[in-house]
C-alpha cells in the first residue's frame, strides 16, 4: 500500500499550504487593503475555529472506568512486547528489572528486543544482564530508513501473539496494564484494533520544560484521547503503550519505516479501515527531556511526523481506505493538521487579536470589517486561553499535580517554543523529510512514579 507511505512524498503543494497565512499578512501590511485584511482574518478563523470545537468537546467527557474482574492466567491470551533499543545501554538494567516484574504468566509472555547490527554496545550490556535468558533478541541489520518503525516492522515478523504492545527504553509501565488490555480486548468486538494507555512523566521536577512536558502529556493522554475514545473519533496513538491486536495491525500493513511519527500514522490509518481505538486508564511513565536541545530535537521530529501524515491522509491514500462516513473523513482531516498547524500560527493569532497590523498601519480608524475581525480574532485567541487552561487543571487534577500560577504564565514562552520547532519541521520536511532525530534517555535527575489507580 504505498499510498500509505511516507517514502515519496510530494511536498511542494503543502509547503504552499503552510506559508499562506503569513504571505497574506505581508501582503496586508505591503498594500493595506481590505482584501488583503479580510483573506487573512477569514483563514486565521478556518484554522483556529475547528481547533477550538474540538478542545471544547472533548474537554467536558469523562474518563471510561478502568476494567474490572480482570481475567485470570487461564484465560489470557499469548501477548508480544516489542522494546525497540538503539544505544540505550545505560538504561537496559532497569529496563529489563522492570518488565520482568509485569503482572502476567512468563507462558504466555513474549518480550522482544529489536537492536540495531551496528548498536554493539547495548547488545552486550544485554548479554550482560542476569535476566538474558527471558528475553527475545532480533538484529535488525543495516538498511534505510534508521527508524524505530522500520525496527518495529522487523519485530512484528517475529511476534507470537494474539495482541503486541509497544514499549520504549525508558518506559515504567504499571504492573498489570497487559491484563487490563487483555480483559478489554476480551469483552470487545474484532473490530477494535488497538487499545491506547495513558503516559506521564516521572522526572517532571528536574526542569521548567521537563514540568510544561508533564502538563502537555496529562491534557493530551488523560483529557483529549479518553474524550476522542467516547466520540469514537480517529485517535493519533502515542510512540508507547498502544496494545495492538495483531490481525489489525497485519490488516493495514503495519508501521511505516519511512514515517517520523508511525504511532499517529498507525491510529489513523486503523480508523481508515474501520478499527476502533479504546482507552485505557492504566499508566506508563516515561523520561521527559530536560535539556532545550533534546527537548527541540523530538519536537521538531514529532512535527515533521504530523506533516507527513497529514499530506498521507489528506492529500494521497485516494483509493483505499476511504469507505467512511463524513464524520469521520472531517475527524481525521482536524486531528492530522490540528497539532502542528496551531503551532505554526500561534504568534500569528496574537498578532491579528492585538490589532497590531492597524498599529503599524497607523490607522486606528476602526473600519467597519477591520475592527470586527479584531474582535473575533481576540475572542477565539481569549477563548483559545480560557479552554487550555480549563484542561491544563482538569489535567492536573486527575494526576494530582500541584498547579502554580507560574505553570499558566509559562505556557506563553513554551507555546512559542512549540512554534518555533513547528517552522524548523517545516524546513526540515523540505529537506530531510525521513530522518530520525533520536532522543536520549538515562538523564533524569528526579523520579515520581505512583501505582495503579491515580486519582480520576
Same mark, same amino acid.
Given at each position: ?7 515519496? !512524498?510530494?511536498?511542494? %503543494?503543502? $509547503?504552499? =499550504?503552510?506559508? #499562506? *497565512?503569513?504571505? &497574506? ?44 474482574? !480482570?481475567?485470570?492466567? %487461564?484465560? $489470557?491470551? =499469548?501477548?508480544? #512486547? *516489542?522494546?525497540? &533499543? ?371
Amino acid at each position: 500500500m504505498p499510498e500509505f507511505s511516507a517514502a515519496d !512524498l510530494k511536498r511542494g %503543494s503543502f $509547503l504552499g =499550504l503552510m506559508i #499562506i *497565512l503569513p504571505t &497574506l499578512f505581508f501582503l496586508e501590511l505591503a498594500f493595506k487593503t481590505e482584501f488583503w485584511t479580510t483573506g487573512l482574518y477569514v483563514f486565521s478563523s478556518l484554522f483556529a475555529v475547528p481547533s477550538l470545537l474540538f478542545k471544547a468537546a472533548v474537554t467536558h467527557v469523562r474518563n471510561d472506568p478502568t476494567p474490572t474482574g !480482570l481475567l485470570d492466567d %487461564s484465560k $489470557l491470551p =499469548l501477548y508480544t #512486547i *516489542l522494546l525497540p &533499543l538503539h544505544r540505550e545501554a545505560e538504561i537496559v538494567p532497569r529496563l529489563l528489572d522492570h518488565m520482568l516484574k509485569i503482572d502476567y504468566p512468563r507462558s504466555k509472555l513474549q518480550i522482544i528486543l529489536l537492536i540495531e547490527e551496528n548498536d554493539k554496545i547495548t547488545r552486550e550490556a544485554i548479554k550482560s544482564s542476569s535476566y538474558f535468558s527471558y528475553f527475545e533478541t532480533v538484529i535488525c541489520p543495516e538498511g534505510l530508513p534508521k527508524t524505530k518503525p522500520r525496527a518495529l516492522a522487523i519485530g512484528q515478523v517475529y511476534a507470537r501473539g494474539e495482541f503486541i504492545v509497544v514499549f520504549d527504553a525508558e518506559d515504567l509501565p504499571e504492573p498489570q496494564q497487559l491484563r487490563r488490555a487483555a480483559t478489554i480486548f476480551a469483552h470487545a468486538s474484532p473490530r477494535l484494533g488497538c487499545v491506547q494507555a495513558s503516559l506521564a512523566i516521572y522526572n517532571r521536577k528536574d526542569s521548567w520544560l521537563a514540568r510544561m512536558f508533564s502538563y502537555e502529556y496529562a491534557v493530551l493522554f488523560d483529557v483529549i484521547i479518553p474524550g476522542m475514545a467516547r466520540f469514537s473519533m480517529p485517535i493519533p496513538l502515542g510512540g508507547t503503550s498502544n496494545h495492538l491486536r495483531r490481525s489489525a495491525l497485519s490488516a493495514v500493513q503495519g508501521w511505516d519505516p519511512w514515517n517520523v511519527t508511525e504511532d499517529a500514522d498507525l491510529g489513523l490509518r486503523l480508523s481508515r479501515f474501520g478499527y476502533e481505538t479504546h482507552y485505557l486508564s492504566s499508566t506508563t511513565f516515561e523520561e521527559a527531556p530536560n535539556e532545550f536541545l533534546v527537548w527541540f530535537q523530538q519536537r521538531t521530529r514529532w512535527f515533521k511526523g504530523w506533516m507527513q501524515t497529514s499530506i498521507i491522509h489528506l492529500g494521497r491514500a485516494k483509493r483505499l481506505g476511504l469507505k467512511r462516513s463524513i464524520w469521520m473523513r472531517l475527524s481525521i482531516a482536524l486531528i492530522a493538521t490540528t497539532s502542528f498547524v496551531t503551532s505554526l500560527y500561534h504568534p500569528l493569532l496574537i498578532i491579528l487579536a492585538t490589532g497590531f497590523i492597524d498599529l503599524i498601519n497607523h490607522d486606528l480608524s476602526g473600519q467597519l470589517f477591520r475592527e470586527k475581525g479584531v474582535w473575533a480574532m481576540l475572542i477565539l485567541l481569549l477563548s483559545h486561553i480560557a479552554i487550555s487552561f480549563i484542561m491544563l487543571a482538569r489535567a492536573a487534577h486527575h494526576r494530582s499535580y500541584r498547579l502554580r500560577f507560574s505553570d499558566f504564565l509559562l505556557q506563553l514562552p513554551y507555546s512559542l517554543l512549540k512554534t518555533a520547532a513547528a517552522w524548523f519541521a517545516l524546513f526540515e520536511l523540505m529537506v530531510a523529510p525521513s530522518h530520525w532525530r533520536k532522543t536520549p534517555h538515562g538523564r533524569a535527575r528526579n523520579f515520581e512514579v505512583k501505582s495503579d489507580g491515580i486519582k480520576a
